[in-house]
């Protein structure tokens, strides 16, 4: 848990009464998002920070050192942290205040820091990151949606109308939508295929999924009463969870 007096809690949650494990304190101002990052292979877990100070930092989560301490945006606190567990070296850090993205890669200790190129939209609100691939999509205030590559982030690679209301586009979520058929070849097996999918919310609540192989709309209903605030998607239980400016917390079957 991040707060307004600059520290980040590290809490127990595996006992009957939750405890604090660790107080991390750095950051000079109020930490405004945090995300976490585990190695694959060595299971260590990371945790990167991003605060009104303008920096991001990166912890060891299992002792609470600091790893890492870097000046972030030049203006405007972090508003936003997106990390990648299929390339656990990689996060992105959004500042509203200066209307940035960049993109952080951590090697042994170096940073790289590359901005987000191109604006085809006006009012950077928020971003995601593929989970498992290398794209990752940034939304705006005037409706738009855009579609990156991490590895050429000069140009986007798609721009989706997000909102058919002229609404912001506030929330963002990225997966992989899986289905078996009954396989061509081999009678009684099933085969497995994926739909990657991009779907996002609006400030008056509505909900638009795109097919990202197609870039065609495969969705869109009024969710919330309110702005849509956040979205979050669960590989294990396949749903989708929104949260609103009504006050309202929905789970829906991907």
Known sequence: SGSCDGTVRIWATNTKQQRCTAVLAHHKDWVTSLQSLTQPGSGSASLVTGSADKTVAVWDAQVGDLVLHQPAHQTGAITGLTTNHAQPNLFISTSTASQTVKLWDIQAGQTEVQALGGKPGQGLINQTIWPTETLFASCYTDGLVCIWDIRKPTQPLAVLQGSKTESSVTALAMYTAFSE?????????????????????????????????????????????????????????????????DGVVKVWQA
């Open 181 to 245: 058929t009954a396989h061509k070849f081999v009678k009684g097996a099933k085969e497995k295929s994926g739909q990657q999918l991009l779907i996002c919310g609006t400030a008056d609540g509505f909900l638009t999924q795109w097919d990202l192989a197609t870039l065609h709309e495969t969705n869109f209903y009024q969710a919330h009463s309110g702005r849509i605030n956040s979205i979050a998607y669960s590989p294990f239980s396949h749903q989708i969870t929104t949260a609103s400016a």
